[in-house]
């Protein structure tokens, strides 16, 4: 399969598994995108011999086109430069890996430009989940989950004949680092503590919110928005393992799971693929050196941004975007040592009360609320 792909985020976690990918597959790679990881990006756009890069970052930009002045490489910069990498007519698919608000205006740009999109930026559908999941049905394409659950949930439908047969979802939760410990025991943890996650290897931002379980939260609105079910019919189940990726019961009870060894490769291989399926790079998974497969409830009392999250989804409109904007700050302020770990969700849980109520919201109300959010944490933190 020769496909033509434009990978947003090339730099990142996500990014460098997806080339990983692209090796395997001999798929053909027309742009690669960063934030400001100038020297990574011109590596990577030498050895891929792309058309076009952009940087998010400006002055990043001027830097790669010096570095990149002795090729044909078109080096673009900003949001509209990611935004024309998200669009390129020559891309069969696009691959949006940018970590944070930032890449939801290249998923509608992709969109509108007829390309399917895989997915593995939460904000894409938690904050825009309205506009995107519209804009995709009127130009009668397709996102694609990357996310390891996700592509669980996606993978186990395949063969379902009707919505109406999908009886609930259930998202698997690692349950990050400090499983099993109580709020009290979170006081002091330090972000090294956070970022030690036991199975998965990920960006700092998202490996805090696998610690303060805000990941599983910002996933069941994903899954709200990509399969068309109500938050009372997606649970949460913490499988230390890290194995079964996730399942969905039908309304006869049979479940059907997708197991994996624990590596991003498989989802995203998956979703550049599909419908087809390739051999991977990720080695075979053996069950009975695994031996044993444990699942438990989450501690919603201790790991409060997961009900934050449904209560979320039910308020609707404009709610999901106050959320993903609270906790884009606070984690990064956290990350930054400026708050307590327990602090995120309680901050988070004050932006949300004390939201705005917008029912029926555009793009720019989406950027409007990011921007009320990340002053409200702020101000908060004085």
Same mark, same amino acid.
């Given at each position: 399969?020769?496909?033509?792909?434009? @990978?947003?985020?090339?730099?990142?976690?996500?990014?460098? =598994?997806?080339?990983?990918?692209? +090796?395997?597959?001999?798929?053909?790679?027309?742009?690669?995108?960063?934030?400001?990881?100038?020297?990574?990006?011109?590596?990577? &756009?030498?050895?891929?011999?792309?058309?076009?890069?952009?940087?998010?970052?400006?002055?990043?930009?001027?830097? *790669?086109? @010096?570095?990149?002045?002795?090729?044909?490489?078109?080096?673009?910069?900003? @949001?509209?430069?990611?935004?024309?990498?998200?669009?390129?007519?020559?891309?069969?698919?696009? *691959?949006?890996?940018?970590?944070?608000?930032?890449? *939801?205006?290249?998923?509608?740009?992709?969109?509108?430009?007829?390309?399917?999109?895989?997915?593995?930026?939460?904000?894409?559908?938690?904050? !825009? %989940? =309205?506009?995107?999941?519209?804009?995709?049905?009127?130009?009668?394409?397709?996102?694609?989950?990357?996310?390891?659950?996700?592509?669980?949930?996606?993978?186990?439908?395949?063969?379902?004949?009707?919505?109406?047969?999908?009886?609930?979802?259930?998202?698997?939760?690692?349950?990050?680092?400090?499983?099993?410990?109580?709020?009290?025991?979170?006081?002091?943890?330090?972000?090294?503590?956070?970022?030690?996650?036991?199975?998965?290897?990920?960006? &700092?931002?998202?490996?805090?919110?696998?610690?303060?379980?805000?990941?599983?939260?910002?996933?069941? /609105?994903? &899954?709200?928005?990509?399969? +068309?079910?109500?938050?009372?019919?997606?649970?949460?189940?913490?499988?230390?393992?890290?194995?079964?990726?996730?399942?969905?019961?039908?309304? +006869?009870?049979? /479940?059907?799971?997708?197991? %994996?060894?624990?590596?991003?490769?498989?989802?995203?291989?998956?979703?550049?693929?599909?419908? +087809?399926?390739?051999?991977?790079?990720?080695?075979?998974?053996?069950?009975?050196?695994?031996?044993?497969?444990?699942?438990?409830?989450?501690?919603?009392?201790?790991?409060?941004? $997961?009900? *934050?999250?449904?209560?979320?989804?039910?308020?609707? !409109?404009?709610?999901?975007?106050?959320?993903? &904007?609270?906790?884009?700050?606070?984690?990064?302020?956290?990350?930054?040592?400026?708050?307590?770990?327990?602090?995120?969700?309680? $901050?988070?849980?004050?932006?949300? /009360?004390?939201?705005?109520?917008?029912?029926?919201?555009?793009?720019?109300?989406?950027?409007?609320?990011?921007?009320?959010?990340?002053?409200?944490?702020?101000?908060?933190?004085?």
């Amino acid at each position: 399969m020769k496909r033509n792909i434009s @990978i947003l985020g090339s730099t990142g976690s996500i990014g460098k =598994q997806a080339l990983d990918v692209v +090796d395997k597959c001999g798929f053909n790679v027309v742009a690669l995108t960063a934030n400001s990881n100038v020297e990574l990006l011109e590596k990577q &756009a030498r050895k891929y011999n792309v058309k076009y890069v952009a940087c998010n970052d400006e002055r990043s930009a001027e830097e *790669l086109k @010096i570095k990149l002045s002795d090729t044909d490489i078109k080096v673009l910069s900003g @949001i509209d430069g990611i935004c024309e990498c998200a669009s390129l007519e020559e891309a069969d698919i696009v *691959l949006n890996s940018v970590v944070g608000m930032v890449g *939801l205006k290249p998923t509608i740009s992709a969109l509108k430009s007829k390309k399917d999109v895989a997915l593995a930026n939460k904000e894409t559908l938690v904050a !825009g %989940g =309205q506009l995107v999941m519209k804009t995709a049905k009127e130009n009668n394409v397709s996102l694609l989950p990357v996310d390891s659950e996700h592509s669980a949930i996606f993978q186990s439908l395949q063969g379902c004949a009707s919505h109406s047969q999908i009886k609930k979802l259930i998202l698997t939760a690692s349950g990050g680092p400090f499983f099993g410990k109580s709020k009290k025991d979170l006081e002091n943890v330090t972000v090294e503590d956070a970022l030690n996650h036991p199975n998965w290897s990920m960006g &700092a931002k998202i490996t805090i919110d696998s610690a303060t379980m805000m990941n599983k939260g910002l996933e069941l /609105i994903e &899954a709200s928005w990509l399969f +068309d079910m109500k938050s009372d019919d997606i649970d949460i189940l913490v499988h230390r393992q890290s194995i079964v990726h996730s399942l969905v019961e039908y309304q +006869d009870n049979s /479940i059907i799971a997708q197991l %994996g060894l624990p590596d991003m490769r498989i989802p995203i291989q998956y979703a550049l693929t599909y419908p +087809d399926r390739f051999e991977s790079p990720v080695k075979s998974l053996d069950l009975s050196e695994i031996g044993t497969l444990t699942f438990e409830k989450p501690d919603y009392e201790t790991f409060i941004c $997961i009900d *934050l999250c449904k209560k979320a989804i039910k308020n609707g !409109g404009i709610s999901p975007a106050c959320v993903n &904007a609270a906790n884009e700050t606070a984690n990064r302020l956290f990350r930054e040592r400026k708050i307590k770990f327990n602090q995120i969700g309680e $901050i988070v849980s004050e932006a949300l /009360i004390n939201a705005p109520d917008i029912k029926e919201y555009s793009l720019e109300d989406v950027y409007e609320i990011n921007n009320w959010a990340d002053n409200f944490v702020r101000e908060r933190i004085k």
